[in-house]
């Protein structure tokens, strides 16, 4: 079947898939998961990789021409690579990858080898202490050699999400810039977000994209917008010295109208916005007699109404607390953000 574009109400088109391919994961980052147990998703639940595929090939039809594995860590699935192989064939534009990275070096070779395009790492600080603080777990140092190893691999520029939080990382936004340069990877700095998840998000915790400019300015000298945005997530800006980096500026800054993504939870729950209440089941749809036409059709009328703009709305809260409380994830994992998949 052709391809054809899919727009919603606001007339922004479907042209982004974020699959998380599962909800567990190696770390528990006090942003996203605070807490130690979690209710996993059953196992019997999660999609199977023919279904991720099945699915993928429809919303390519449908005018998606990215898409980017997530989690939970995507890491921790079986066979990952195989996965990555059936969707590099289907033949999208990207194939992207969001990783905490440390299993990085040992599968990024194969990664590339199956056809994934590009890779991105979350690292929030260079001090093992601070790692360990965050994460509650130990292995800085394997985060580290997963972007060298992404670098040596062949990645060009692999990205750097560094989530920037007052008074625990902000002191560490040059070090960051100096490590990307180091390595040869491109730095993102993500505003902190009250999304599903971050129980201990505060408004004073943020700093904000004009902090990180100023403050980047005081040191560097004017940071320089990049034309072509598009509708990427992060605006792009190039220092006198020539380096480049990113700001995702979702909390102070949200780009909801130009938003394109649609995501895609490991037991097959499609969402289109990150911060929805509700998404629709396609494992019930993809598991029953439906054909790929109604399948299609169902997506594309989903998209057709959508109106979503999360984080827009967020804004205009008079004042803001976290999403949602311990005891709202605890009975609708959906809405944990290493669920739906950052
Ligand atoms: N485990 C993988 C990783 O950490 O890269 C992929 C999933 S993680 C949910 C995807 C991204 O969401 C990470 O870059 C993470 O830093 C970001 N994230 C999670 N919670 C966040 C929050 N409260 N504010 C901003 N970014 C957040
Ligand atoms: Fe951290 Fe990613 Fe795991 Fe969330 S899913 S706890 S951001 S590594
Ligand atoms: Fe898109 Fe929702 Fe994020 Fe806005 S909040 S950018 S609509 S996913």
Redesign the pocket.
């Known amino acids: 079947m052709p391809r054809m574009s899919t727009s919603d109400a606001h007339s922004r088109p479907l042209r982004k898939l974020r699959i998380?391919i599962t909800d567990r994961?190696n770390?528990r980052?006090a942003?996203?998961m605070p807490a130690e147990e979690y209710r996993w998703l059953p196992k019997q639940e999660l999609l199977s990789f023919e279904e991720i595929e099945r699915l993928a090939r429809i919303v390519r039809e449908l005018g998606v021409r990215e898409v980017r594995l997530?989690?939970?860590?995507?890491l921790l699935r079986r066979d990952v690579e195989e996965l990555v192989m059936r969707l590099a064939n289907l033949g999208f534009d990207k194939l992207a990858m969001?990783?905490?990275?440390m299993f990085l070096a040992d599968h990024v070779d194969e990664l590339r080898a199956a056809g994934m395009t590009s890779v991105?790492?979350?690292l929030?600080t260079l001090r093992p202490g601070r790692f360990e603080r965050l994460t509650r777990r130990t292995g800085l140092d394997r985060t580290l050699d997963g972007i060298r190893a992404a670098v040596a691999a062949g990645f060009e520029r692999p990205k750097i999400?560094?989530?920037v939080m007052r008074g625990f990382n902000d002191d560490e936004i040059f070090d960051m810039l100096e490590f990307a340069h180091e390595v040869g990877a491109e730095p993102r700095f993500?505003?902190?977000?009250?999304?599903g998840?971050?129980t201990d998000?505060s408004a004073s915790d943020v700093v904000s994209r004009r902090e990180i400019l100023e403050r980047v300015h005081a040191r560097y000298g004017t940071p320089e917008p990049l034309v072509g945005r598009g509708a990427a997530p992060a605006e792009r800006f190039e220092l006198p010295t020539g380096q480049r980096f990113g700001i995702i500026a979702?909390?102070t800054m949200p780009f909801c109208g130009a938003c394109d993504r649609a995501r895609l939870v490991a037991d097959g729950r499609f969402f289109t916005c990150l911060y929805s209440r509700s998404g629709v089941d396609l494992r019930s749809l993809l598991r029953s007699e439906a054909t790929d036409d109604d399948i299609r059709d169902l997506i594309a009328g989903v998209w057709r109404e959508r109106t979503d703009r999360g984080a827009e709305k967020r804004l205009e809260l008079a004042a803001r607390s976290p999403l949602a409380s311990r005891a709202e994830l605890a009975s609708d994992p959906h809405l944990e953000?290493?669920t739906?998949?950052?």
């Open positions: 998380s994961c770390l980052c942003y996203c997530t989690g939970g860590e995507p969001t990783t905490n990275g991105t790492v979350s929030d999400n560094t989530v993500i505003e902190y977000m009250d999304v998840g971050a998000w979702s909390t953000m290493h739906r998949g950052g």
